[in-house]
């Protein structure tokens, strides 16, 4: 079975400021991962994904992820937050093509 | 392109009434989830069909929920009778391989 701990449930910055999510999964096989965003009374967006190849994976929005096998870690990153960063953010992991395995969310706070 | 559509978008009852939520994927996607979020969890999912079948319901609870799709493109997912634990945001998404589009979601309030 697959998991994934988002260990921040919080994160304060300030704008302009950079900005790191953290991502730790277990998984007994090769899987998938995630980034979504889900701004108020929204769904959820998809950040960025790492399927295979490049371990630094970009996204939209100036988001990149860093795969990293060996900590079962793909954190999220961003050199220079805005207001409009605010939002929460899911990780989440598959094991095949299409069932997703969310985290409990961090929920970035950014302040002017 | 138009997104995944849920209505209602808010709904409150009252515990033992029952409710139905639907939803229309994006055009041509064949597989479609049902998630429930609850506040301050990620979504669990509920139910998942590829068509109009169903491809894996081993998180709904069967008692009480349960969910068709019809004619393999809209879908609809009942609560009968709800309970006080079932106030939640309930997602439904739809998928490319490797790529789920996900609805506004219907924030359900059981009083």
């Known amino acids: 079975a697959q998991s994934v701990t988002q260990l921040d449930s919080q994160v304060p910055v300030f704008e302009e400021a950079p900005v790191e999510l953290r991502c730790n999964y277990s998984?007994?096989?090769?899987?998938?991962l995630f980034w979504y965003v889900q701004y108020p009374n929204q769904g959820l967006q998809l950040l960025l994904k790492y399927l295979s190849g490049s371990t630094l994976v970009k996204g939209i929005n100036g988001f990149e992820a860093e795969f990293n096998k060996s900590q079962t870690s793909f954190h999220l990153r961003k050199p220079s937050v805005h207001i409009s960063d605010t939002a929460e953010y899911f990780c989440a992991v598959s094991p095949n093509t299409d069932k997703l395995i969310f985290g409990t969310g961090t929920r970035l706070q950014v302040f002017p | 392109e138009a997104g995944v559509a849920q209505s209602p978008r808010y709904k409150i009852i009252e515990k033992r009434q029952s409710v139905a939520f639907w939803c229309n994927p994006i055009?041509?996607?064949?597989?479609l989830y049902w998630y429930q979020q609850i506040l301050g969890q990620g979504p669990k999912l509920l139910i998942q069909f590829q068509n109009n079948g169903v491809v894996d319901d081993s998180q709904l609870p069967k008692d009480r929920f349960s969910a068709e799709r019809l004619k393999g493109v809209d879908s609809t997912l009942k609560i009968q009778p709800a309970k006080l634990e079932d106030s939640a945001v309930y997602l439904c998404a739809s998928s490319l391989p490797f790529e789920q589009y996900f609805g506004p979601g219907t924030r359900l309030t059981v009083t």
């Open positions: 998984s007994s096989v090769s899987v998938y």
């Open positions: 055009s041509g996607h064949a597989t």
